[in-house]
């Protein structure tokens, strides 16, 4: 029984091929069945109350994607990451150049005292 968190995937995989049966069980479920409760949370008491939950009742699980499909999605989120990256420098760079010219561009005032602050020529 492992409560969903980033590496809860890969603990359930872990745990799968070792023999064991897993389940991933929804966080926002978790608050509802007592773990945490008294505002002690700790990983072995939860896993405490979890597991004597289970032995009660028939928790819901969440669906539990392939290796192949969570690389896709990490590999997804970096490209939107640099991405937007991208996107800030040249943002920056158009706000800074008033007059773009490959001899003597116009720069902002604020960007060029920026730039001389710290030693650098445009």
């Not at 479920?29 to 945490?36: D, E, K, S």
């Not at 991208?86 to 960007?111: A, F, Q, S």
Request: glycine share 6%; proline share 5%; aromatic share 2%.
């Amino acid at each position: 029984m492992v409560e969903t968190c980033s590496d809860a995937f890969g603990i359930a995989d872990a745990a799968l091929t070792v023999g064991h049966e897993v389940r991933v069980v929804p966080a926002t479920l978790v608050r509802t069945l007592g773990v945490g409760a008294r505002r002690l949370k700790t990983d072995r008491r939860d896993a405490q109350v979890l597991s004597e939950i289970s032995c009660r009742i028939d928790l819901p699980s969440v669906h539990v994607p392939s290796p192949q499909a969570r690389q896709h999605k990490r590999l997804c989120g970096m490209r939107e990451a640099l991405l937007g990256a991208r996107t800030k420098v040249l943002d920056n760079l158009r706000e800074g150049v008033v007059t773009p010219d490959i001899c003597d561009p116009t720069l902002n005032r604020l960007y060029r005292d920026v730039l001389a602050h710290y030693g650098v020529t445009a």
